[in-house]
C-alpha cells in the first residue's frame, strides 16, 4: 500500500509529500476526516516517506528495508497507539508510553513517528501528558494524531500541531472499494455507500451490525403503512439515528422517482426500485416533504436529548396518520 492506494485525499497527500521535499516538515500532525476515507494509510505511508532510502517526490520507494519494516508494523522508530476495546478511550498509559519514548533518538530511521490513533478518545488527563510533549517537542521526531471529531481535543493541543484535513469519500468510490475490497454485492455496496454518505468506516461498520436486517424491518412497515416505534424494538441509541437516515434516504428516493429527473442510479435504495416507484405514484410532493420535514425534526429531538421511544412514537404515529 503506497500513496496512490490512498484515494480522494489529494490535498492531503500532496501537502505531507510536499512538506517532504521542502524540508518543511512539523513536529507534530493532526489528521482530521470521518472514518474509513484513508487517514491511518496515510499516515504510515507518510512515516514511510520520513524514513525511506530513496523517496521519489516525497513519496516512499515502498522497498527499501525501512518501508518493508514500517509497511510490517515492525521498526523500532515506528509505532501505532490505538485504544483497545476494553479502554473507554485511550489511556494515560499509552499517552505515558508514547511521551516516554519519544524522546529518545531514533535507532536506526531517520525520524521516530508515532500514531495516536482515535486521538479524540483521550481524556483529560492523557491530553494534559500529551500536551506537555508537543511543548517542547523532540527534534527527531513526528506525531501524528489522528481524529474524526477535533472538538474532542483540547485547542491547546489543536494549536501546536499542523491539521490536515481527510473529506469523505465519493459515493460511487465507496461502492467500488466495498466490491472490490470487501467483495459485497453491488446493489448492497450502492445502499450501504449512499446511506453512510462517503464515510467508508461507517459503511463497513453498519455492514457488520446488520444493517440490512434493520432496514427491511423499517420500509417494509413504512410502505405497509404500519410504521409504530415497535417496529424498533432492541434498537440502541445509534441505532435509531441509523433509523432516521434510512427513512430520510427512503422518502428522498420516492422524491427523486416522483419528480423522474434523474435515472435509478441516483437512487440510494436500488434495491428496492419497485417499491419506490410504487409509493412514488401514490404519495404527493407536499405529503413526501411533510414526512421529511418530520424525520428532520426528530433527530434534532434525539440531539437535545427527548426520550427516544417517546420522540421515534410521536413520529411513527405522525407519518402513519398524515
Ligand atoms: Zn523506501
Request: glycine share 6%.
Given at each position: 500500500m503506497s500513496f496512490e492506494n490512498i484515494k480522494g485525499q489529494s490535498s492531503a497527500v500532496d501537502f505531507l509529500k510536499s512538506s517532504i521535499e521542502n524540508d518543511r516538515v512539523s513536529h507534530a500532525y493532526m489528521f482530521i476526516g470521518p472514518s474509513g476515507v484513508g487517514k491511518k494509510l496515510t499516515a504510515v505511508n507518510f512515516a514511510k516517506?520520513?524514513?525511506?532510502?530513496?523517496?521519489?517526490?516525497g513519496g516512499p520507494c515502498d522497498a527499501c528495508a525501512q518501508c518493508?519494516?514500517?509497511d510490517a508494523a515492525n521498526h523500532p522508530d515506528f509505532a501505532v497507539f490505538s485504544p483497545t476495546k476494553e479502554d473507554s478511550g485511550l489511556s494515560i498509559d499509552k499517552i505515558r508510553?508514547?511521551?516516554r519514548d519519544i524522546g529518545l533518538k531514533p535507532y536506526e530511521g531517520r525520524k521516530k513517528v508515532y500514531i495516536i490513533d482515535s486521538a479524540d478518545s483521550m481524556r483529560q488527563e492523557a491530553q494534559n501528558a500529551l500536551l506537555k510533549t508537543l511543548e517542547e517537542p523532540p527534534s527527531d521526531s513526528v506525531l501524528i494524531l489522528i481524529a474524526e471529531n477535533v472538538n474532542a481535543i483540547f485547542s491547546t493541543i489543536q494549536s501546536r500541531v499542523k491539521r490536515v484535513r481527510f473529506f469523505p469519500l465519493a459515493s460511487d468510490e465507496v461502492t467500488r472499494i466495498l466490491v472490490d475490497n470487501y467483495k459485497l454485492d453491488a446493489k448492497r455496496a450502492q445502499v450501504l455507500s449512499g446511506i453512510s454518505s462517503g464515510e467508508l468506516g461507517k459503511a463497513l461498520k453498519y455492514e457488520k451490525e446488520g444493517f440490512f436486517e434493520k432496514r427491511s424491518r423499517i420500509i417494509d412497515s413504512l410502505a405497509g403503512?404500519?410504521?409504530?416505534d415497535s417496529d424498533l424494538e432492541g434498537f440502541s441509541k445509534s441505532d435509531l439515528r441509523l433509523a432516521l437516515d434510512v427513512m430520510l434516504t427512503w422518502y428522498r428516493d420516492i422524491l427523486i422517482a416522483k419528480a423522474g429527473a434523474c435515472t435509478r442510479a441516483a437512487l440510494v435504495n436500488i434495491d428496492k426500485a419497485d417499491i419506490i416507484d410504487a409509493e412514488a405514484k401514490k404519495t404527493g410532493f407536499k405529503e413526501l416533504n411533510n414526512m421529511i420535514s418530520q424525520v428532520i425534526s426528530t433527530c434534532s429531538f434525539l440531539d437535545q436529548n427527548v426520550n427516544p421511544k417517546l420522540a421515534m412514537g410521536v413520529l411513527g404515529l405522525n407519518l402513519m396518520h398524515r
Amino acid at each position: 500500500m503506497s500513496f496512490e492506494n490512498i484515494k480522494g485525499q489529494s490535498s492531503a497527500v500532496d501537502f505531507l509529500k510536499s512538506s517532504i521535499e521542502n524540508d518543511r516538515v512539523s513536529h507534530a500532525y493532526m489528521f482530521i476526516g470521518p472514518s474509513g476515507v484513508g487517514k491511518k494509510l496515510t499516515a504510515v505511508n507518510f512515516a514511510k516517506a520520513l524514513n525511506c532510502l530513496s523517496p521519489s517526490r516525497g513519496g516512499p520507494c515502498d522497498a527499501c528495508a525501512q518501508c518493508r519494516k514500517i509497511d510490517a508494523a515492525n521498526h523500532p522508530d515506528f509505532a501505532v497507539f490505538s485504544p483497545t476495546k476494553e479502554d473507554s478511550g485511550l489511556s494515560i498509559d499509552k499517552i505515558r508510553a508514547v511521551i516516554r519514548d519519544i524522546g529518545l533518538k531514533p535507532y536506526e530511521g531517520r525520524k521516530k513517528v508515532y500514531i495516536i490513533d482515535s486521538a479524540d478518545s483521550m481524556r483529560q488527563e492523557a491530553q494534559n501528558a500529551l500536551l506537555k510533549t508537543l511543548e517542547e517537542p523532540p527534534s527527531d521526531s513526528v506525531l501524528i494524531l489522528i481524529a474524526e471529531n477535533v472538538n474532542a481535543i483540547f485547542s491547546t493541543i489543536q494549536s501546536r500541531v499542523k491539521r490536515v484535513r481527510f473529506f469523505p469519500l465519493a459515493s460511487d468510490e465507496v461502492t467500488r472499494i466495498l466490491v472490490d475490497n470487501y467483495k459485497l454485492d453491488a446493489k448492497r455496496a450502492q445502499v450501504l455507500s449512499g446511506i453512510s454518505s462517503g464515510e467508508l468506516g461507517k459503511a463497513l461498520k453498519y455492514e457488520k451490525e446488520g444493517f440490512f436486517e434493520k432496514r427491511s424491518r423499517i420500509i417494509d412497515s413504512l410502505a405497509g403503512g404500519t410504521f409504530a416505534d415497535s417496529d424498533l424494538e432492541g434498537f440502541s441509541k445509534s441505532d435509531l439515528r441509523l433509523a432516521l437516515d434510512v427513512m430520510l434516504t427512503w422518502y428522498r428516493d420516492i422524491l427523486i422517482a416522483k419528480a423522474g429527473a434523474c435515472t435509478r442510479a441516483a437512487l440510494v435504495n436500488i434495491d428496492k426500485a419497485d417499491i419506490i416507484d410504487a409509493e412514488a405514484k401514490k404519495t404527493g410532493f407536499k405529503e413526501l416533504n411533510n414526512m421529511i420535514s418530520q424525520v428532520i425534526s426528530t433527530c434534532s429531538f434525539l440531539d437535545q436529548n427527548v426520550n427516544p421511544k417517546l420522540a421515534m412514537g410521536v413520529l411513527g404515529l405522525n407519518l402513519m396518520h398524515r
